[in-house]
């Protein structure tokens, strides 16, 4: 199998699936520059995480068993990766493979594994003044070798910030993200369809990758709250279900979109008159109960509804902090409010759930 094949694979499984002064707690902060040429905008990052990279691939290998099928699939796409990974990321890609001196196989790989085995807890609420927060775990089991790629990133054209995210070195799509004055998305994985689905969705459809469409959104200059919304249920057809949950800046603009491949589900939004001040998301249909293993729902639910709507930012976060929402497979929590853009925040975890 070739290298291309391999990072082809790893993009694959990606798909499958999950007063601040725009502080990250212990968290590295990077600006990408969009008017770069896309091989130029990852160099600082590609430069600083070629160790850490490298020894990812290890990692990963121990912790996956590829089936047959998925290499001959990622044969076929690794012979025109531009055919497959749509501009700008296929060329973001090749400049972190350049910068960092490994296989772009490798960055491929690392672009479509996280959202294989990404769970994760979503929270959008409305507070008592008004103010739309919005808060956000992720999981991994690969927690101890993601921890160290964790980043922020500001996404910088004309020397402002158009958006903002956290993700992983070497990653280029986001799962978490801010727009300033407009709109903050987190995606959640919905485990609907299987690899080989998600696989051959990409070869065979014009289908988008969810956290390249996350990017996408942001970027549009003219986006607001409600054509964000509209256009992540029902104007893009995507490789893999997913939870899309997205908050705004004026009162009841929260929502989680429950996505299939073609388009929205369903779509619950804050709904004060019925007492809905918060949407919540974990990995399972709203309709559906958790399975008692992983029953994050519940208790976040026990937690808010104890709180009331007399929440913050800190407040969100202390219900993100605490078990079993947070949990040992717990990478990193982010808070945000796109009417404080200042106050984004992450903090990596490190078994310190309370």
Known sequence: MSKLSVSVIFCLLYINFCGYNVLSIGTPRYSINLDLNPPERWKKVGQDYANILKNF???????????????????????????????????EMIGLADTSNIPLSEIVLANLLYELTAFCTSIVAQNNTGQIIHGRNLD?????????????VDFMRGGKIVYTGTTFAGYVGLLTAQKADVLTITLNQRNEGNI??????LLLTNHSMVSFTVRDTLDNPNVTFQSA????????????PAYLIVGGVN???????????????????LDLVKGLWYVLETNYDYWTSPPPSDDRRDPAIQMLDKLGRDIALDTLYSVLNRKPVCNSQTTYTTVMSAADGAAYTTHIRDNDCS
């Open 57 to 91: 691939k290890q990692d990963i290998l121990e912790h996956y068993h590829i089936p047959k099928e998925l290499v001959n699939i990622a044969d076929k796409i690794g012979s025109d990766l531009d055919k497959y990974i749509p501009t700008p990321f296929s060329g």
């Open 140 to 152: 991994y089991n690969l927690m101890k070798e993601l921890k160290p790629l964790v980043i922020d």
């Open 196 to 201: 080989l689905e998600n696989l051959l969705d």
């Open 229 to 240: 919304v509209n256009y992540l249920a029902y104007g893009v057809y995507l490789v893999t």
């Open 251 to 269: 009162t009841l603009e929260g929502v989680v979109i429950t996505r299939g491949r073609i388009s929205a589900i369903s779509i619950r939004q």
